[in-house]
């Protein structure tokens, strides 16, 4: 009986198949690797363009954020207006007001200007003006959980080491009309100088303390409600305690005007209690100025905040 042939494929046709296979699912998988490569790329993309945006938004963030912040934090009496430059570098005019709805306002000459920074210690807080703050300011912040502190330095030699205790600032006694009554009545001449000694403001839970001293002179303070070309000089101390409420203490260092005065500054505002006294060779030249500056009583006017 005759055998029936096998159907045996040539060799050189199954090898040549199998290679055309090999090529078909290589050029696949290389078509996939591309589609995952092309989307990957695609998501990196749009995560660099975020991440630059945010960047960006940083690193150019503009200086009235900063501003508004302080308005906010001052609840309006403070105010940088025609701000200029970066949250990180830039400069401004100050202006003291009344607070919200004052029709009062009073502008520094010049501008102030502020350099913010990242340090090992947290952000830092450089302020200078010409008029105010010769020397540069430096508030250096130490953020916390729960709790953030805030260190006034000063730098006394441009490039040196920081201090913690010594003159802040003098600013011109008019600026003072800016906050409304009675300043813009009196209209008050002369020169307010700061310095401070340690001072260290803490919040925690919402809650400010205030550590160390701060002492504010006034001199040669003069009254466009008076004739008298001076009234004196004065010196108003703060002294804080971290476990308690800020005290105020109210003196004359000289003049014909006698001020003295008590308080405190705690988590329910201000609190003071103090009186004016003029002179007896000077107790007419005084008389309307002491109805303005508080509530009579005989010959002196007694001084209530709170």
């Known amino acids: 009986m005759a055998r029936i042939p096998s159907l045996k494929l040539p060799a050189a046709w199954w090898s040549g198949g199998m290679a055309a296979t090999t090529r078909w699912m290589e050029s696949t ?17 749009w995560w ?4 630059g945006a945010l960047a960006g938004l940083v690193i150019y963030a503009p200086a009235s954020w900063l501003c508004q912040g302080v308005v906010v934090l001052t609840e309006r009496r403070l105010l940088m207006a025609d701000s200029q430059g970066t949250v990180w570098n830039g400069d401004a005019v100050m202006v003291l007001t009344g607070g919200p709805g004052s029709r009062d306002a009073r502008a520094l000459p010049g501008r102030l200007n502020w350099t913010l920074r990242w340090s090992t210690q947290g952000l830092r807080l450089s ?3 010409d008029c105010c703050l010769p020397t540069p300011v430096v508030l250096q912040v130490h953020p916390g959980w729960g709790r953030v502190s805030a260190e006034v330095l000063t730098q006394p030699v441009s490039g040196g080491p920081l201090v913690d205790s010594g003159a802040i600032g003098h600013w011109p006694a ?3 009309s800016g906050l409304g009554t009675p300043f813009n009545s009196l209209q008050l001449g002369g020169v307010v100088s700061v310095t401070s000694n340690k001072v260290v403001a803490e919040w ?4 400010v303390r205030l550590g160390g001293q701060v002492h504010v002179t006034l001199d040669d303070v003069s009254s466009s409600v008076t004739t008298l070309e001076r009234l004196g000089s ?8 971290a476990q308690g409420p800020v005290q105020l203490s109210l003196s004359t260092v000289d003049g014909v005007l006698q001020l003295s005065g008590q308080g405190e500054v705690g988590p329910g505002g201000l609190r003071f209690r103090g009186e004016a006294r003029a002179s007896d060779a000077q107790h007419g030249a005084l008389e309307n100025l002491l109805n303005i500056i508080g509530r009579r009583v005989g010959d002196r006017s007694v001084i209530s905040i709170g």
Not at 48 to 51: I, S
Not at 234 to 241: A, E, I, Q
């Open 234 to 241: 004065y010196r108003l101390d703060l002294m804080g305690d």
């Open 174 to 176: 008019a600026w003072l």
């Open 204 to 207: 925690v839970q919402g809650r």
């Open 48 to 51: 660099g363009g975020v991440l």
């Open 127 to 129: 302020l200078q003006q």
């Open 29 to 45: 998988l290389e078509v996939v690797r591309w589609e995952n490569m092309r989307k990957a790329g695609r998501r990196w993309g």
